[in-house]
């Protein structure tokens, strides 16, 4: 844990406080005094020390002091000098804000040209990088966690909503989506249903699919309204008397159809009419014949297409397998020859390495040199066991790249015939493809009939035959026109009644179609209807998984702090939550917390950031006269005190209370 205390602070024409010295000693101290006596001033002398800002982190405020007409007292510096200790260690910083003055060549006076502002490190002037640098190291680089660490209201009252719920979340960490599912059972199956989507993305997934779902079955009932109202009315006929009433209609009609022909031709023109249908059965024969060899030779060019395109998917999921190996051995074998050259290199070193004796050569007992002939004896016994165990390191590692060359042989054979397969297997795959697609054009076109029956020879004859019967036909037929008027007469008459029936049977089945439209849209109401109950079923689980992850989350972080409680989420009008980050105290607010209240739960706060971060500053605490009892805390305390009897500021310290022994 770092600790840092303030030793003394001392300020000197410092927005008008003339000359201040406060020895602390890094105890506690309480500095007493009326409404603007000063008690602030301190504490914006303090940060302007250590961050050339305010205590309400203002970079841009009045530092000199001020005459009664509003006027800048001049050729004074303005200082601020802190002590401190940090763990045992001193350490002295201060920072002199002075006005520069310059004398021009050709003026007698001094005139004023600007500030600059100077920095010491125990005493010690230093450069403003410098200095930040070492103010900025008391708190590992983060001038905010100072600041948080230092002031009880900071937590709250400065830092952004966002950036409160980032500190609670890096001290305490976050929930995963494992440990939620796993504290829930009721959300068992959770992980199955959103699959490798985020909880977040599928919250949105699943509120378009009801939005979808309901807006489509808003539409059902109206869709069956309007076929129901488009169902002509039937007017209490039945379908099966009209239907008969059609076939007589239509008898009476053929009778006269025959009436007419056999007026027309007689005899000869129904046997003109006999040949035209003893030559159409031979044409029907024909269209029965083709089509039947027709899906013959579809059939065998299908099952020689889906031949071919099994070889041709076989050959290329191994050219896929193939690839994949040679890039595999490729990675391999790079590996192989950088560690290969790394015992190389080892191996040179090894060798490079000479023998050097740092044997003894005094005798241990008597301090004597040793004889001559012992200390060669000794040497030459060092050298021996040096020599055999650099040849049993060297063949050791000649071993290692030996071993690793031979595996990068058998991997660099493997890729060449891989590589020979793979050129093999490509022309193959290619010629395969022309194949292939040769019989699927055949195919395709057998299936769009690019030959007809019309076209053959025989077929067409038989055409120009029944062509030329009905020309004579006609030629018969054109004698009897007036006899034939009156019957067409009495035909047309019945015809017309035949198409009102007709009529009156379409009816029945445009209702039919309709009533079967209403039924197909009633099955799609109540298959949209389950489908959104099961996404109102989904919505319910992934609101479940944020109410317990609200739950484990604002539970695991509370854990963590003895006065104030921490609320991440927040319920909208509409059931969802949304993140927040409000801190409370008893189930109040913070911002409905009196002052001595916030101030004792943004102690708590310092300490829990304090321990997280293993660091302790002064802390200044304002408006210390709220607070009847402050939270335990091991960091120094600064109170500033309101009193209306200290009409100059007076400080106490708080000198720590020794057991009795």
Known sequence: MKDIKLDELELINFKGVRNLFITANGHDINIFGENASGKTTIADGYNWLLFGKDSRDRTDFSIKTLLKSGEPVHHRDHSVRGAFTING???????????????????????????ETKYYINGVPSRKREYDMQVISLVNGDEKLFKLLSSPTYFNEVLLWKDRRT?????????????????????????????????????????????????????????????????????????????????????????????????RSGGEVNELKNKILMIQGKQQDLRNGYQADLHKKIDIKRVEYYDRKSSLDKDIRRSIDLNDRFESNKKQIFKLKEQAE??????????????????????????????TDKVEDARKHAEEHFNLEKSKRLEAISGKGKSVMTHVGELESENDRISKELTNLDAEISKQQKLTNAVKNEMDELNAGTSSIMDDSEYKAMDKQIADIKTNIRKLQESTDDAVISENEKKNELRAKFSEIQIGISRFDQVRKLDRRIAELDAEEKELTAKFERSEYIQHLLDVFVETKVNLLESKINGRFKLARFKLFDRQVNGGLVECCEMTFNGVPFSDLNNAARINVGLDVISTLSEFYGIQVPIFVDNRESVTELSDTDAQLISLIVSAADKTLRIEKKEPIEEAI
């Open 89 to 115: 260690n001193l350490l002295s910083l201060k920072r002199v804000f002075h006005e520069v003055w310059v004398k021009k060549s050709n003026s007698p006076k001094e005139t004023f040209s600007g500030h």
């Open 342 to 371: 790394d015992l190389r290199h080892e191996w040179a070193g090894v060798n490079a390495e000479l023998f050097q004796f740092t044997g003894e050569t005094v005798c241990p007992t008597c301090g004597r040199d040793l004889q």
């Open 167 to 263: 500190t609670l979340l890096n001290i305490c960490g976050n929930v995963s989506d494992s440990d939620v599912i796993a504290a829930n059972k009721e959300l068992a199956e959770l992980p199955e249903i959103i699959g490798d989507h985020a909880i977040d993305d599928f919250r949105k997934i699943v509120a378009e699919q009801k939005k979808r779902i309901n807006s489509d079955l808003k539409d059902i009932p109206t869709r069956i309204d309007e076929a129901t109202m488009a169902k002509p009315d039937l007017n209490d006929q039945s379908e099966m008397d009209l239907q008969k009433s059609a076939e007589n209609l239509q008898k009476q009609i053929n009778k006269i159809d025959d009436k007419i022909a056999q007026i």
